[in-house]
């Protein structure tokens, strides 16, 4: 089926004009939006006659409470994963104005699966009370029932609710038709918000990013015309890493019009089940959520986003938002905690205002936070903190002179590891292309703990060596065995003397190949201020030899090295502090 990118307003036929609002999202009178995601978590069933549903009534009852405090939060907008909303619910938001969106904003709701009668007696349901957006369905094909996103919003006059739904373009792949492979039904429009407008807006849902109108992305940029696109990316996915559910914003930020572009997912919790009905004991899990909001990162000729991003990330933390790089394509993703939450955060528009030719700062920024209350039927303010304990195998060789990883913070462990690590804090907080994290500091998923684990069993490694005097290089003998990690106030040092004198500290690190010894060294170098003017004389790097296990170390330095400290002239090495610039997002 071909795809269609229609404006919001030609689903009202004639009456579009007059019947849809303008939106704050889309406008420049503010340059942030209030966006509200629910991550929430549940057991779903999926059959091919009926959809995929979630029966818990206290999933109902968090829904409810979710729409109130987006009420109250007044978000721009609001949006949850696939298939989270029941459709008993839309009937009370039409009857219940502590339930709908104040002027100007938009609900994105996913709801349950439905039977494709139940799905147009619905509609034709809720034409009696509001204005129903219809024309998108023209062209639908037509199976068993219908999964979709409903747009909720108040109208031009503010007279009536409006809804709009645009159904599912393609079925998620399945080994066995067990629901959407046989039962989904297809639209083959997806809605445009922002014609004329100075940001746009439009949603792909799930399996959609991957539909061959969809996945290159073009058909959002027409003839190659920049748009400020907010795209909106709701899932109920155990996978959302997937090479092929990532092809559409891989391909869009590997093209200049991801410069203007803020890509926004919603996924199920962890802990949340896919329990197929046609296929008794089978089922499915969601481990690794990872909702996310990717934006490009604007560097102005420079490479010092970690710098620059060091107030925003520290604060987000907090809020159960962390933050990964990716090199290759320079965008940033701001991705959520696992667990199930509500979480408030404050984003610039992909456009805000001001002359096109200067990229503005902006943030991504997490403000408040929501926990399931007490009787899981409803929501609470809270903190949610990412879990920072340690891999075993680097917790039982970090004791005694070695334990300063255990206490440190989120922060200083990023630059400790890094260090560690030969790739600095910026390769702590680098994901690989296929959007992995190996970051130590803290637990992000169970698809990020495997290469979590194989980096901490490196800094391991290193303890082991370094415990053992003898064997230490010409470099480090000065110290007499008298050391301990830490982190140098002023020189890019993990390893100081017990004293805590700086002027005889070290770099030391671990690499897993012999062969990347050298070339590790040489780009600490380059890396750091003035490194090859400095630096030389105070890094080893250390791996294990492939045939005999035998450690091996770079530089060789002879045994009368006697080279006194050279720290007059050091260049200034901070790892953070008060900057004059705003963090770029």
């Given at each position: 089926?071909?795809?269609?990118?229609?404006?919001?307003?030609?689903?009202?036929?004639?009456?579009?004009?007059?019947?849809?609002?303008?939106?704050?999202?889309?406008?420049?009178?503010?340059?942030?939006?209030?966006?509200?995601?629910?991550?929430?978590?549940?057991?779903?069933?999926?059959?091919?006659?009926?959809?995929?549903?979630?029966?818990?009534?206290?999933?109902?009852?968090?829904?409810?409470?979710?729409?109130?405090?987006?009420?109250?939060?007044?978000?721009?907008?609001?949006?949850?994963?696939?298939?989270?909303?029941?459709?008993?619910?839309?009937?009370?938001?039409?009857?219940?104005?502590?339930?709908?969106?104040?002027?100007?904003?938009?609900?994105?709701?996913?709801?349950?699966?439905?039977?494709?009668?139940?799905?147009?007696?619905?509609?034709?349901?809720?034409?009696?009370?509001?204005?129903?957006?219809?024309?998108?369905?023209?062209?639908?094909?037509?199976?068993?029932?219908?999964?979709?996103?409903?747009?909720?919003?108040?109208?031009?006059?503010?007279?009536?609710?409006?809804?709009?739904?645009?159904?599912?373009?393609?079925?998620?792949?399945?080994?066995?038709?067990?629901?959407?492979?046989?039962?989904?039904?297809?639209?083959?429009?997806?809605?445009?918000?922002?014609?004329?407008?100075?940001?746009?807006?439009?949603?792909?849902?799930?399996?959609?990013?991957?539909?061959?109108?969809?996945?290159?992305?073009?058909?959002?940029?027409?003839?190659?015309?920049?748009?400020?696109?907010?795209?909106?990316?709701?899932?109920?996915?155990?996978?959302?890493?997937?090479?092929?559910?990532?092809?559409?914003?891989?391909?869009?930020?590997?093209?200049?019009?991801?410069?203007?572009t803020v890509y926004i997912?919603?996924?199920?919790?962890?802990?949340?089940?896919?329990?197929?009905?046609?296929?008794?004991?089978?089922?499915?899990?969601?481990?690794?959520?990872?909702?996310?909001?990717?934006?490009?990162?604007?560097?102005?000729?420079?490479?010092?986003?970690?710098?620059?991003?060091?107030?925003?990330?520290?604060?987000?933390?907090?809020?159960?938002?962390?933050?990964?790089?990716?090199r290759y394509r320079k965008?940033?993703?701001?991705?959520?905690?696992?667990?199930?939450?509500?979480?408030?955060?404050?984003?610039?528009?992909?456009?805000?205002?001001?002359?096109?030719?200067?990229?503005?700062?902006?943030?991504?920024?997490?403000?408040?936070?929501?926990?399931?209350?007490?009787?899981?039927?409803?929501?609470?303010?809270?903190?949610?903190?990412?879990?920072?304990?340690?891999?075993?195998?680097?917790?039982?060789?970090?004791?005694?002179?070695?334990?300063?990883?255990?206490?440190?913070?989120?922060?200083?462990?990023?630059?400790?590891?890094?260090?560690?690590?030969?790739?600095?804090?910026?390769?702590?907080?680098?994901?690989?292309?296929?959007?992995?994290?190996?970051?130590?500091?803290?637990?992000?998923?169970?698809?990020?703990?495997?290469?979590?684990?194989?980096?901490?069993?490196?800094?391991?490694?290193?303890?082991?060596?370094?415990?053992?005097?003898?064997?230490?290089?010409?470099?480090?003998?000065?110290?007499?065995?008298?050391?301990?990690?830490?982190?140098?106030?002023?020189?890019?040092f993990n390893l100081l003397?017990?004293?805590?004198?700086?002027?005889?500290?070290?770099?030391?690190?671990?690499?897993?190949?012999?062969?990347?010894?050298?070339?590790?060294?040489?780009?600490?170098?380059?890396?750091?201020?003035?490194?090859?003017?400095?630096?030389?004389?105070?890094?080893?790097?250390?791996?294990?030899?492939?045939?005999?296990?035998?450690?091996?170390?770079?530089?060789?330095?002879?045994?009368?090295?006697?080279?006194?400290?050279?720290?007059?002239?050091?260049?200034?090495?901070?790892?953070?502090?008060?900057?004059?610039?705003?963090?770029?997002?």
């Amino acid at each position: 089926m071909a795809i269609s990118v229609i404006p919001i307003e030609q689903c009202f036929g004639d009456e579009g004009e007059s019947v849809v609002p303008s939106f704050d999202f889309l406008e420049i009178m503010d340059p942030t939006f209030r966006l509200l995601r629910m991550q929430c978590k549940g057991d779903v069933f999926a059959n091919p006659e009926l959809g995929v549903r979630n029966a818990s009534i206290l999933h109902a009852e968090k829904c409810r409470e979710a729409l109130k405090l987006a009420r109250v939060h007044r978000a721009d907008i609001f949006v949850t994963p696939e298939y989270a909303i029941p459709i008993q619910l839309i009937d009370e938001i039409i009857g219940t104005p502590d339930l709908q969106p104040h002027p100007n904003k938009l609900w994105c709701l996913c709801s349950e699966g439905v039977p494709w009668e139940t799905f147009e007696n619905k509609l034709n349901e809720w034409s009696d009370h509001a204005y129903v957006g219809k024309k998108v369905l023209d062209g639908a094909y037509i199976k068993n029932f219908a999964g979709f996103i409903l747009y909720i919003f108040q109208s031009k006059q503010a007279d009536k609710l409006c809804i709009v739904p645009q159904l599912k373009l393609q079925p998620m792949r399945e080994d066995l038709f067990v629901c959407e492979g046989d039962g989904l039904s297809r639209g083959e429009n997806v809605i445009f918000f922002g014609n004329q407008k100075p940001n746009q807006l439009v949603s792909v849902i799930c399996a959609d990013a991957y539909h061959p109108g969809i996945k290159d992305s073009s058909i959002f940029y027409p003839r190659g015309n920049e748009r400020k696109l907010i795209i909106l990316h709701p899932q109920l996915n155990p996978a959302p890493r997937n090479g092929e559910m990532a092809s559409l914003r891989n391909n869009l930020f590997s093209q200049e019009w991801g410069d203007s572009t803020v890509y926004i997912t919603a996924n199920w919790a962890a802990g949340s089940t896919i329990f197929p009905e046609r296929r008794p004991g089978e089922k499915h899990a969601v481990q690794n959520p990872w909702s996310g909001i990717y934006r490009r990162f604007f560097n102005y000729g420079d490479d010092q986003w970690a710098e620059k991003l060091r107030s925003i990330r520290n604060e987000n933390v907090k809020h159960g938002l962390g933050f990964a790089f990716e090199r290759y394509r320079k965008y940033k993703v701001w991705f959520a905690h696992k667990n199930e939450h509500l979480q408030l955060l404050v984003v610039r528009k992909p456009y805000g205002g001001g002359p096109s030719i200067v990229k503005t700062s902006g943030t991504v920024q997490a403000v408040k936070l929501y926990l399931p209350n007490e009787r899981n039927d409803g929501w609470e303010a809270s903190t949610l903190h990412f879990q920072t304990a340690l891999p075993d195998g680097l917790m039982l060789e970090a004791t005694d002179e070695f334990a300063y990883p255990i206490h440190a913070s989120i922060e200083e462990r990023d630059i400790f590891f890094g260090l560690c690590l030969g790739h600095l804090e910026k390769g702590e907080l680098t994901m690989s292309a296929s959007e992995q994290s190996s970051r130590i500091s803290y637990h992000i998923d169970d698809a990020c703990e495997l290469g979590r684990a194989r980096q901490a069993d490196r800094v391991a490694n290193l303890i082991k060596i370094l415990k053992n005097p003898t064997t230490l290089p010409a470099q480090l003998r000065k110290l007499q065995g008298k050391y301990t990690f830490a982190l140098a106030r002023r020189a890019p040092f993990n390893l100081l003397p017990k004293s805590g004198n700086e002027k005889s500290g070290a770099l030391v690190c671990y690499v897993e190949r012999e062969s990347e010894m050298k070339e590790t060294a040489e780009r600490i170098l380059r890396e750091i201020p003035y490194g090859h003017a400095w630096l030389e004389d105070f890094i080893c790097i250390f791996s294990t030899k492939d045939v005999t296990g035998e450690i091996a170390h770079y530089p060789h330095v002879s045994d009368e090295f006697t080279k006194p400290d050279r720290v007059e002239n050091r260049p200034e090495f901070s790892h953070g502090g008060v900057s004059i610039e705003q963090p770029f997002d």
